[in-house]
Structure formats: C-alpha cells, structure tokens
C-alpha cells in the first residue's frame, strides 16, 4: 500500500507513527513538506523528524508521489491536490484531506474524476469529519480513571480499534447524532466511516478501550472493574445524549 503524506509538521509525523504501528511500511510512506518529496539524500530544510520518514524514491513533487497511490493523507494546506493528481492514483483510493478551514481538495472535485474514492476531511459540512474530539477527551478519560503514568502506543492503538468498531456496528445511533445531522445516513460504507463527533457512544467506546489497555500494557496504577466501569460510562453516555 502506497501511502502519500502531504505535511512534515506534528501532526503528519505522529500519524505516519501510528500507521507503522498499525502495520504500514515505512518505505511505502512517502511525506511531502513545502520543498517538495522528503526523500534519503535530500539537506534543505531536513531534521531529525523528517529524516525518519525520508524515501528512497525518485519523485520529487506531489504530483509525482500521487502517480499509483493507494492512500492520501493531507495534513497541510487548501487547495495542494488537484483533479488530476486524484485521477493518478491508484484503484479506490483513500483521500483524508483534513486542511482546515479548506481541505487539499474537496470532496465534490474528487467525485467528477473518481466515483470509486473513499473521502474524509476536517469539515462538518462533509461526510467523514476527522476531528480531534473524537480521540483527545476520552483517550484522556480512560488514561485519568486508570491513573495511567503514561500514554502509550498500546492506547493510542486500542482508541483507533474501538472508532473502528464503533462505525461499524448496525445498532441505533443516538437521536441527538440524527438531529445534529438531518438527512445523513448512518450505514457503514463510504460516506460513514468514522462515528459523528456527537455520537455520546465514543465516550463509552474509547475510553473503556484506552482503561482496558493501560491496564493491559503495566501503565496503570489504579486497576478498575472494568464491567463496572463500562457500566458507568454507558449511564455517564446516555446523561450526554438527553442534553
């Protein structure tokens, strides 16, 4: 799987570490930063960061990276990836544009050159809003009723499984998800692969599964029930719903 990164800052270096944890190949991971293709050899504008993620590849543009890609990752900024880049890549892509308040490119210029594209990005007024406050507020949640010393990858891990999962389930969302987003479908497919930021579930979800880790993985210094536990984060799920 070829994977294009487009950003080197915080964000884009943190994910591609979580993709290698989940079985990515750092040499099918090729990051783009403002000078063009991060590449073995390169010297302008390298770190030590950019330097564990530097390619052995002959691209040099991200035109040239998005040739046969499999995976988009946009971390940068608006209006980056063109038609024709989107037309260059591989069967059924995956594109996570998530520039904000503008993404690489929009979901509605993705679909006039491929039907077949799987598309996310930062914004609500699209399907598949990638936001952050799906994972910081109840990463934290678990790793605090656990006292956990650390935040590790084993947690970070079990928060990715439990939004998968979550997404994929075929029982009844929350009717304060359906008026937050009238008129949506809520299928498992591609306009919904990721649970909506209103969705009280994710607090059950995650956080039980960063708690469940933490313990798992030593870092915990205050094992807890977890039937009790899940149990309470369903009541504390169902109070947020009401509001």
Same mark, same amino acid.
């Given at each position: ?12 270096? #943190? ?13 099918? &991971? ?12 390169? +010297? ?6 950019? /330097?564990?993620?530097? #390619?052995? %590849? ?23 990836? +063109? ?40 914004? #609500? ?13 109840? &990463? ?23 939004? @998968? ?28 692969? &990721? ?13 039980? @599964? ?6 798992? #993985? ?11 536990? /899940?149990?309470?984060?369903?009541? %504390? @799920? ?6």
């Amino acid at each position: 799987m070829k994977i294009v990164v487009s950003g080197a800052g915080a964000a884009s270096i #943190s994910c591609c570490r979580l993709y290698k944890d989940l079985g990515a190949r750092a040499e099918n &991971i090729t990051m783009i930063d403002s000078r063009g293709v991060i590449y073995k050899g390169r +010297s302008a504008g390298m770190n030590s960061f950019k /330097e564990e993620f530097a #390619s052995d %590849t002959d691209d040099r543009t991200l035109s040239d990276a998005m040739a046969g890609a499999d995976v988009f990752v946009g971390l940068s900024q608006g209006g980056v990836v +063109s038609k024709e880049m989107v037309e260059s890549m591989g069967e059924r892509p995956i594109i996570f544009a998530m520039a904000n308040p503008n993404p690489e490119i929009t979901p509605d210029d993705v679909k006039v050159v491929r039907a077949d594209a799987i598309m996310a990005t930062g914004r #609500s007024d699209y399907p598949n809003q990638v936001n952050n406050v799906l994972g910081f507020p109840f &990463i934290f949640r678990g790793a605090l009723d656990v006292r956990a010393t650390a935040i590790n990858e084993e947690m970070k891990l079990a928060a990715v499984y439990a939004l @998968a999962e979550l997404a994929q389930r075929g029982e009844a969302l929350p009717e304060v998800v359906k008026r937050a987003y009238p008129g949506e479908n809520f299928d498992f497919g591609p306009d919904y692969i &990721i649970p909506k930021p209103f969705d009280s579930r994710v607090l059950q979800y995650v956080s039980l @599964a960063v708690a469940q880790a933490a313990m798992d #993985s030593g870092v915990a210094r205050q094992p807890i029930d977890v039937r009790e536990y /899940e149990e309470r984060l369903i009541r %504390t @799920a169902a109070e947020i719903a009401k509001l």
